[in-house]
């Protein structure tokens, strides 16, 4: 007999490829890194003038010559929103311009009625009022602020009054709390915890050693009485 072909098996339909994720598209790693850029010129502002200062340096502080004359002066210590406006309004200078286009001239007018605030000023407007060395009202500005700050407490300091204690040992100075604020050094929770400890063990001691005095005198009351 002739022998028998295998019956072909039919062929099975093909899978269905899987959905792949799309392909992010490469960055180009051959590209050139991009150089740093140098430090940028500032935005030109609008209405300046040509000879535009960004920068103003008066009572030895660097004030920015982009803002307005009332709110630059502010940056002055001893110089506040109040202060700003009156010493512009003295020395005849809009202050609603902005610093860097005054002139030298008129920067020169705001320095000197600076040095003039106790004079122009009422007392109650002063920062330094019936200064105790010379008696008078005087308003301090720039580098003098910290410098009169620092003499009077050294003189609390030296005439042992209660601030200058406190200064001393580095508390609070103005009758604020201190249970719950303020504290430095170590943990105050650490130190209590282990403060009542050595309390206790010392305690135990004393305990133990007024039971062996009991115990003491008890047996001497029991021994008999030698005859």
């Known amino acids: 007999m002739p022998e028998e072909k295998p019956t072909p098996e ?11 994720r799309a392909e992010r598209p490469s960055k180009k790693r051959d590209e050139e890194k ?3 850029k140098g430090p940028t010129a500032p935005k030109k502002l609008e209405g300046v003038k040509e000879d535009f200062r960004y920068i103003v340096r008066m009572a030895n502080t660097d004030l920015d010559g982009t803002r307005r004359v009332a709110y630059a002066l502010t940056a002055i210590p001893g110089v506040g929103i109040r202060v700003a406006e009156a010493v512009s309004d003295l020395a005849a200078v809009p202050k609603r311009d902005r610093l860097g286009n005054l002139s030298e001239e008129q920067t020169d007018k705001i320095e000197a009625t ?3 605030l106790s004079e122009a000023f009422p007392h109650w407007m002063v920062n330094r009022p019936k200064d105790w060395e010379s008696g ?4 301090a500005f720039g580098a003098d602020v910290e ?10 300091k030296m005439i042992r009054s209660y601030k200058g204690v406190r200064h001393e040992t580095g508390q609070k100075v103005r009758g604020q709390r201190t249970r719950s604020n303020g504290r430095t050094g170590l943990t105050v929770g650490v130190t209590k915890k282990a403060a009542l400890e050595a309390a206790k063990a010392k305690k135990a001691e004393e305990g ?3 039971e062996e005095k009991k115990e003491e005198k008890k047996a001497e009351t029991k021994e008999p009485a030698k005859v």
């Open 10 to 20: 039919p062929e099975s339909a093909p899978a269905p490829a899987k959905p792949g």
């Open 34 to 36: 991009e150089e740093p």
């Open 114 to 116: 600076l040095g003039n």
């Open 136 to 139: 008078l009202d005087l308003h």
């Open 147 to 156: 410098i009169h700050r620092r003499d009077d407490i050294n003189r609390m």
């Open 208 to 210: 133990g050693k007024k």
